[in-house]
């Protein structure tokens, strides 16, 4: 079994171990090769891509069974491969997210932020579009509505910059990066959770992954995406999409959630867990996978 992150040449040790031992290959594709190399890259010319596509497909060939992450990658799987079962097995959200633990942490910045907190938390690179989030929270500065970022990114350097020029230093505050366990802590204090992407081919058929942890934390959720994730959100009915860069619809969707009642954040709360467990259910998946292992070792 193959978890396949990037690069998609660390399938190639399991394929040594499949011809040596004789036995079946399942590889997990997380991560769409070569498109993720031209679009996370940010690359103009195919030549590298169109260099790493037969080895992709050499890779494709020699695995038994292929799983992927995003419904919308199996059509440039299959693109690549020939009668291979390919099936969607989504990811999951860890434990310490779902079993809603209480731990001792508090972050005293955080306690202080006031008005609709919406926080964003993750890579900040050019992959997450902060200029559309900041674009928006510019439109909406005179709200009482606060971004609150959490982490790190070779973006990060351009986003305060930005921040700087548009006066938003009492808007938008980023608090740095923080262990996993604190997250929960993180994710209650605020109001609504964001997800962010650039526009891209690869990137909307993407699913993000603090999807799940988002979704299992029961918040409403905001997203400036295209393709899988929105209608992921827009499925479950726990929050309000706008397309990759329309980061006017994006601002209006802040303003629209921060003035819900509670009763109607509170149905998006309970969708929101709802579709999780419905879908994500981290024991579900495990048990699917463990008679995917079964099947391919009793035949």
Not at 39 to 64: E, Q, R
Not at 90 to 113: A, D, G, H, L, V
Not at 160 to 169: D, F, G, M, P, S
Not at 173 to 182: A, D, I, K, M, Q
């Amino acid at each position: 079994f193959v978890h396949q992150l990037s690069p998609i040449t660390i399938t190639i040790p399991g394929i040594i171990i499949k011809k040596i031992k004789r036995i079946p290959l399942i590889m997990w594709v997380t991560d769409l090769w070569p498109e993720s190399v031209k679009d996370g890259a940010n690359l103009k010319s195919n030549f590298l891509p169109n260099m790493l596509l037969p080895i992709v497909k050499y890779i494709y060939k020699n695995c038994s069974e292929i799983l992927v992450s995003s419904r919308s990658f199996i059509d440039s799987v299959a693109e690549k491969t020939n009668n291979k079962t390919i099936t969607y097995m989504p990811q999951w959200s860890e434990e310490i997210f779902t079993k809603n633990n209480k731990r001792n942490f508090i972050y005293e910045p955080m306690e202080k932020i006031e008005g609709f907190k919406i926080l964003f938390a993750g890579n900040i690179g050019v992959a997450q579009d902060f200029d559309s989030i900041i674009n928006a929270m510019n439109k909406i500065k005179h709200y009482n509505i606060h971004l609150v970022v959490l982490g790190e990114g070779r973006a990060k350097k351009d986003a305060l910059k930005k921040v700087k020029e548009y006066n938003l230093a009492n808007s938008i505050s980023f608090l740095g990066s923080f262990p996993l366990e604190t997250m929960p802590y993180f994710f209650s204090k605020s109001d609504a959770l964001l997800i962010s992407l650039k526009k891209s081919s690869i990137f909307s058929r993407t699913i993000p992954g603090k999807t799940q942890p988002y979704m299992s934390s029961g918040k409403p959720i905001l997203t400036n995406a295209d393709g899988e994730v929105s209608q992921i959100i827009n499925e479950a009915e726990c929050g309000f999409t706008a397309n990759s860069g329309d980061y006017k619809t994006l601002s209006e969707n802040m303003v629209k959630l921060s003035k819900l009642s509670q009763a109607e954040l509170e149905i998006m709360m309970k969708n929101s867990k709802k579709y999780y467990k419905q879908n994500f259910n981290r024991e579900d998946i495990l048990n699917s996978l463990e008679q995917r292992f079964i099947k391919l070792f009793t035949k």
